[in-house]
């Protein structure tokens, strides 16, 4: 099987600041990690290369430190990467985002070398791939709208909040999709992509001599150029969303604060809760 991991790094943290000015996230100064949820497409993708053989290759469009990710995703065991990334592309939505990201994919396949060259770095896959797998979302940026943009630039079939992937064979992969009670059994054409959740599988650790892999790996950068994309496709001018203003919103709640200290005032405070409930009509 031959398979593709697209993670992102982002910041280790919840707390993401944002430039008032540019609408961009500010990365300065802030650890960056891959994506937690990318953690368990990685994984999946590793146990089915481990039951099934192949090849699974990760991807991640980034500035230059983005390359730690991949380090990283090697020394968990993925077996090569190639990394997005040109400063004509900062700024992508997540429309340029999956854009971009689909141009490698499209590359990485339909390479005009020739089976076996490697003129991209990486070896050739003109034989096609059987899966893409991505995480359910990225926790900075949070949209869960880059694995499904992939899938509609390269026009495959796909499956969301994939909990399980219960069989592959045939050209077909049989899949559990959670929903809020419970699941859906799925069965979709391959080449897919999928978007997967937390409980598919745990992550593993990387390993000593994955480390010592992922420090020899020459991982390629890829720009426009091969990407074969023009640069005003990607980056801000060929982002068709912008962040027009980041404000925190205020909250206009007017509550009310009422101090029950004693037996009477514990009951005028009952009573006027119950009140208060009635004139919204919520009792
Ligand atoms: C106008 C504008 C400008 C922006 N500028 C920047 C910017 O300069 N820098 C920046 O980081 N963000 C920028 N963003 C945010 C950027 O669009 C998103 O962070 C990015 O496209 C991914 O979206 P997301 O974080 O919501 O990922 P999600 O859609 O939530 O991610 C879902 C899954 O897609 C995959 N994925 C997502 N992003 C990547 C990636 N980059 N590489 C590989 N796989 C990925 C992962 O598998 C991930 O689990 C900008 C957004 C807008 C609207």
């Not at 994919?105 to 003109?126: E, F, H």
């Not at 390269?154 to 049989?174: D, F, H, M, W």
Request: charged residues 25%.
């Amino acid at each position: 099987m031959r398979i593709i991991v697209p993670i992102k790094q982002v910041p280790e943290t919840n707390a993401v600041k944002m430039d008032e000015v540019t609408g961009t996230m500010i990365r300065e100064g802030v650890e960056a990690i891959i994506n937690p949820l990318d953690l368990y497409a990685i994984e999946i993708a590793i146990r089915l290369r481990e039951s099934y053989g192949g090849e699974v290759l990760a991807i991640s469009m980034g500035p230059a430190k983005a390359m730690m990710a991949l380090r990283e995703a090697i020394a968990m065991g993925i077996d090569k990467a190639v990394l997005i990334s040109d400063k004509s592309l900062a700024g992508s939505d997540t429309w340029a985002t999956s854009y971009a990201i689909a141009a490698a994919i499209k590359r990485l396949t339909n390479s005009p070398d020739g089976p076996g060259r490697n003129s991209l770095g990486v070896a050739d896959w003109g034989g096609g791939f059987d899966l893409i797998l991505c995480g359910e979302r990225a926790t900075d940026g949070d949209t869960g709208q880059v694995g499904p943009g992939i899938a509609s630039f390269l026009n495959l079939p796909i499956g969301t909040y994939i909990g399980k992937i219960e069989q592959i064979g045939n050209g077909i992969c049989r899949v559990h999709r959670l929903i809020e009670d419970g699941y859906e059994i799925w069965e979709l054409q391959l080449p897919a992509l999928l978007t997967v959740v937390k409980e598919i599988a745990n992550p593993r650790l990387p390993t000593l001599r994955g480390k010592q892999k992922a420090k020899k790996v020459q991982i390629p950068i890829w720009g426009p150029d091969q990407l074969q994309v023009q640069a005003n496709q990607v980056g801000l001018q060929g982002s068709p969303t912008r962040v027009v203003k980041i404000f925190r919103p205020k909250v206009a709640r007017q509550g009310q604060k009422v101090l029950a200290t004693d037996e009477r005032t514990i009951s005028e405070t009952a009573d006027h809760l119950v009140k208060f409930l009635q004139q919204k009509d919520m009792l």
